[in-house]
């Protein structure tokens, strides 16, 4: 059997961050939600996305099209924050038997052939399977209070407990492979570890009595850091000199990390280097925050937040909402975001006031207006920024930008929606 990760039109909610990745490839706790499958199956997944997606990916060959018609598979939802007790149920599948949350999909085990007249290029019609017979009404299950990451603030509000969750699954608590030094403070040893390579610098201050610290390999901690439990910090991530990173938060691989952050997910490869504020933030891949950026993540009259979710208003039903930003934007020194500010891919913020709360991707200005971000100078920005990374900008990468330039303009023209 093969496991099979889908993606479903619901991932328009989870955009601008599901722009150039699929939904599975979102982090939550310490690991994306693809890692955690993998991690608690022990088995590699296969793929079912966008198609541009699939063809993004499909040089390791573990899209769904590589299986044959007669495969027998396990269709998961790659929007799911499955349990212990979830992932044994899917575990124990017959042939036949699903999942569900009510009208949502959670796992179907089937074979491949039966799968392929529900997908189109946004994925799989999961919707049309659930509602039509190809599921029989007595291999239905319920899970009514599955985990499901609808929009990118629910992988914010679970970020915490999934932290404490992959370190009690993965970790190895209390290990410390790396070097501290002996001017280090570390409180709630027995809750830290500190994988190898990893570095923490004199004067730094690591509390886990409220929570793990997860610190792992090749990461740097420089000199009078605080960094407070639970927390990941991503490999070869670097906390720059005196940044007080407060609990719930992830950082992926390769950020430099500055100033204040609280409740914060970081996807990887992005820059917050500076002093300022970044709370109940979810940051895509290869941002830059200028110096002392700002964002609210509270109104002034404590009321619940509502966002811009592709230009259309959705109520969060919460207090505390920061800024969403996509893969390869960037914002100048000293911008302000509103709370609950949604900023699309590939956009490029400056000047004074508040940019509004909703940019479309692809977009260049701030406050005092905006304009399209052209596609070729765009992917000449991100070309610069790979290479300073030493990763190499592919003609498949351009392909990549090129498609997501598409579907942006379609999700605000609202063709999709």
């Known amino acids: 059997m093969k496991i099979v990760l889908f993606e479903d039109r619901h991932y328009l909610d989870l955009l601008p961050l599901a722009y150039?990745?699929?939904?599975?490839?979102?982090?939550?706790?310490?690991?994306?939600?693809?890692?955690?499958?993998?991690?608690?199956?022990?088995?590699?997944?296969?793929?079912?996305?966008?198609?541009?997606?699939?063809?993004f990916y499909l040089e390791n060959s573990r899209c769904f099209d590589a299986l044959p018609a007669e495969e027998d598979i396990l269709l998961v939802n790659g929007r799911w924050l499955a349990g212990t007790e979830e992932t044994a149920a899917l575990q124990r599948l017959d042939p036949g038997a699903a999942l569900l949350s009510g009208a949502t999909l959670l796992a179907w085990r089937t074979g491949a052939g039966a799968v392929k007249h529900f997908i189109s290029e946004e994925g799989l019609d999961s919707r049309a399977i659930v509602e039509t017979d190809s599921i029989s009404p007595e291999s239905r299950r319920e899970f009514p209070n599955a985990r499901l990451i609808e929009y990118p603030w629910d992988a914010l509000s679970r970020n915490g407990e999934e932290i404490v969750q992959d370190y009690r699954r993965l970790a190895d608590p209390g290990k410390i492979?790396?070097?501290?030094?002996?001017?280090?403070?570390?409180?709630?040893?027995?809750?830290?570890?500190?994988?190898?390579?990893?570095?923490?610098?004199?004067?730094?201050?690591?509390?886990?009595?409220?929570?793990?610290?997860?610190?792992?390999?090749?990461?740097?901690?420089?000199?009078?850091?605080?960094?407070?439990?639970?927390?990941?910090?991503?490999?070869?991530?670097?906390?720059?000199?005196?940044?007080?990173?407060?609990?719930?938060?992830?950082?992926?691989?390769?950020?430099?990390?500055?100033?204040?952050?609280?409740?914060?997910?970081v996807q990887g490869y992005s820059n917050k280097q500076h002093d300022g504020f970044l709370g109940h933030a979810y940051l895509g891949a290869w941002v830059n925050l200028g110096a002392d950026t700002n964002n609210?993540?509270?109104?002034?009259?404590?009321?619940?937040?509502?966002?811009?979710l592709n230009g259309k208003p959705v109520n969060t039903g919460k207090r505390f909402v920061g800024l969403m930003m996509g893969d390869h934007s960037k914002c100048a020194i000293n911008t302000m975001f509103n709370t609950g500010t949604v900023v699309g891919a590939s956009c490029n913020i400056f000047g004074a006031g508040m940019p509004p709360k909703f940019v479309p991707s692809f977009s260049w200005g701030g406050a005092e207006g905006m304009e399209v971000f052209d596609f070729d100078k765009a992917v000449e920005l991100a070309e610069i920024v790979f290479s300073r990374r030493n990763a190499p900008f592919t003609e498949r990468d351009r392909a990549l930008f090129r498609a997501v330039w598409t579907l942006a303009k379609r999700v605000e023209a609202g063709s999709l929606l």
């Open 20 to 55: 150039f990745r699929p939904v599975w490839e979102l982090r939550c706790g310490a690991r994306t939600l693809q890692e955690k499958f993998e991690a608690q199956l022990q088995e590699r997944c296969y793929f079912l996305a966008r198609k541009y997606l699939c063809d």
């Open 177 to 265: 492979a790396g070097t501290v030094h002996q001017g280090a403070h570390v409180l709630g040893r027995d809750n830290v570890t500190i994988e190898t390579g990893a570095v923490i610098k004199p004067g730094v201050v690591i509390d886990a009595e409220r929570g793990p610290v997860w610190i792992d390999a090749g990461a740097l901690v420089m000199p009078n850091a605080v960094l407070e439990g639970p927390l990941y910090v991503g490999k070869q991530s670097r906390i720059k000199i005196g940044a007080k990173i407060y609990e719930n938060t992830s950082i992926g691989p390769v950020c430099k990390i500055g100033g204040e952050v609280e409740e914060c997910i």
């Open 296 to 308: 609210s993540d509270l109104k002034n009259n404590y009321g619940v937040i509502q966002v811009l």
